[in-house]
């Protein structure tokens, strides 16, 4: 992460790329600064800024992160977000999440190079905000129930405020008669993604994208008010915002009082693609969405150059721990060892303990040649495999071979190619060599009960048949 420090007129940018320095941190709020054991710290923030170290340590502080209920789900780019506020709440502290259900009818331009394209009818952001509610409030449920053991300490509660009980009593006129003169425009303009977007975009930038900066600032000035919140947390496209923001404080409160800013990385690929729905590529923290299964294979899957990284932000584990797991991963890469407690960890926070149970019960089932686990699958859980194995649905009767099977999966480009690979034994049905071609289908053999069959041509490409419609007659003959 980058903590960006925003006193008075000074902005001092600490680099720290992970949220979490121990697994179980005590009750002195001064952990917050062992951040700086993971390394990633341009300067030594405890010395760096005797002020904001004694401002931390010397009583709770509040800390918000804003959501715009932009989609039903969060991604998994705004799960770092809410693990810097779960650390903060370990080190003592209160932690808001900010519903943004009046902010989302404007459009944040951060990191954007196009206004946002969206057409969110008023039950849309009703629906959203109270999904996206309910996952924030699950997270931080399974973060205490799974990952704090401090029985002397009791987290504080998680606060959740909508901002459109801020504006839902003013009227235009009034917010910018009333709060207009303390914005000036050579400081809004100066903002590198206005500035950015007026002199690179085609289509320029609307007022509505350029004034979102000022309803984010009163965002947090009504925070400050109501919950004395001293504290924003956001990606590192926020700066400007956060800025904006500090400044208004400043003014609102005749520069008697500060404000702090402190920004998360924008999490990446291997090819340097953020971790976000704009771009088509998330993983959604709604199971409804993406399964667990989905978010457990995702991680398990995380490149070598990545997994470390993954580990330090994602994860609660302390950096000794996450040191062993990758001497062991470079001993062993075949074992994937980081990549499993990345995924297990993650999984987990996200989705409880069931939601991991049944993510390594359908691992286990497609990957690890467990007949008997791919017999039990649930149907829920077959749903979740069908999103990531390629598969058909088909109708069972009589005649259908494996070959007839095969070429309706789309496992080969032709006959001939089918043939000579499930002849040479290259072709596996349910976990079990079927090297005849022409071998029939039997119901409760290669037909299972909860009406699936998984195919695996070689020793990496699977394929999974849903049947719909079964021959009674064939069914009563096995």
Sequence with gaps: MINTIIKHSLIRYYSIRNTISKRYLSSDSSDIFKLQERGYFCDNLSETDDHLRKLVTSKKQTIYCGFDPTAKSLHIGNLVGLIGLLHWQRAGHQPIALLGSATVLIGDPSGRLQERKQNLSNEDIVLNTENIEGLIRLIFQNHEKYFWKDQQKKLLPLTVVNNLSFYENMNTITFV???????????????????????????????????????QAYDWYCLFKQYGCHFQLGGVDQIGNMRTGHDFISRMTNFEEDSYGVTVPLITNESGEKLGKSVGNALWLDENLSTPYECYQYFRNTPDSKVEEYLKIFTFLPLNEIQQLMEIHRTKPHEYAAQIKLAKQITLLVHGEKGLESAIRSTQAMFAQNI?????????E????????????????????????????????????????INDGGVYVNHKKLSNPHAILVFGIHILPNKITVLRVGKKNYYMIRWTHMDISLRQEV
């Design 177 to 215: 008669a009333t709060y207009g003169p303390h914005f000036r425009m050579n400081q809004l303009l100066s903002r590198k993604v206005i500035k950015t977007r007026i002199e690179t975009s085609h289509d320029g930038l609307g007022y509505n994208e350029f004034s979102y900066q000022l309803y």
């Design 372 to 380: 008997d686990l791919l017999h039990n699958l649930t149907e829920k």
């Design 382 to 421: 077959i749903d979740g495999l069908s999103v990531s194995v390629p598969t058909i649905q088909m109708s069972l009767n009589p005649e259908l071979t494996l070959l007839d099977v095969c070429m309706s999966a789309k496992c080969f480009s032709n006959k001939l190619v089918a043939l000579k690979v």
